[in-house]
């Protein structure tokens, strides 16, 4: 079955340390990826997109993912946390199949608590 | 502001009532998106409009519906209301059908006491 995997539901990190949240996803052929990060209360922004070509791709934020097609992962990454860092970021897969007229399917998120 | 509109912000309503979201696209964005992001289901795409027509379904109950207006707005109407249905409802809306990436709205916050 097509899947969306963030197998970490909860991450702490320290201000100023490195993160990286990870994404899996089961579909046949290359979906198109996403990252989102919702703040409380507030609705989803897109942090990057991948399409196709170069594997990593640079977001707003200061954030950075990652797709490696022999692990069908798109890890988002992002060198030194700051304390607005802290939120629920979603990966999302769009299957672009002629059925799927662009709706997303979204991983269950990971919920991101910064420390002082 | 991400240029999507979704009004109410908040709802409160009771079982068995109807209640009508209301979503407006950014400005040249031709499809519309419905997503509701419950905490036991997560994000869950329901309905897709294109320039006034549906084109794609999702985990949509019957007593939901959508529609697209010609000046592009959209409407989800939520009917017989359940309290299982407290959630969020998000709007995002792209310029094509093909997803260069959604623009979210911030929501309207259901709850059915």
């Known amino acids: 079955a097509q899947s969306v995997t963030q197998p970490d539901i909860h991450i702490t990190v320290s201000e100023g340390a490195s993160l990286e949240l990870r994404c899996n996803y089961s579909?046949?052929?290359?979906?198109?990826l996403f990252w989102y990060v919702q703040s409380p209360g507030q609705g989803l922004q897109l942090l990057l997109k991948?399409?196709?070509?170069?594997?990593l791709v640079q977001g707003i934020k200061g954030f950075e993912a990652e797709f490696k097609r022999s692990q069908s992962s798109f890890n988002l990454r992002k060198p030194s946390v700051h304390w607005s860092d802290a939120a629920e970021y979603f990966c999302?897969?769009?299957?672009?199949?002629?059925?799927?007229?662009?709706?997303?399917?979204f991983g269950a998120g990971t919920q991101v608590v910064v420390t002082p | 502001d991400s240029g999507v509109t979704q009004t109410p912000k908040h709802l409160i309503t009771a079982t068995g009532q109807r209640v009508t979201l209301r979503c407006s696209p950014r400005s040249g964005d031709l499809s519309v998106y419905w997503y509701q992001q419950s905490l036991d289901q997560g994000l869950q795409f329901l309905i897709q409009?294109?320039?006034?027509?549906?084109?794609a379904k999702g985990n949509i109950l019957e007593r939901f519906s959508a529609q697209q207006f010609p000046d592009l707005h959209s409407e989800l109407n939520l009917s017989s209301l359940e309290l299982g249905d407290s959630a969020l409802y998000f709007c995002?809306?792209?310029?094509?059908?093909?997803?260069?990436?959604?623009?979210f709205g911030s929501g309207t916050r259901l709850t059915v006491v």
């Open positions: 579909y046949g052929a290359t979906p198109y």
């Open positions: 409009y294109y320039n006034g027509e549906e084109r």
């Open positions: 995002a809306s792209s310029a094509k059908t093909v997803n260069y990436g959604y623009t």
């Open positions: 991948y399409f196709s070509g170069d594997t």
């Open positions: 999302a897969v769009d299957p672009y199949s002629t059925d799927s007229w662009g709706k997303l399917q």
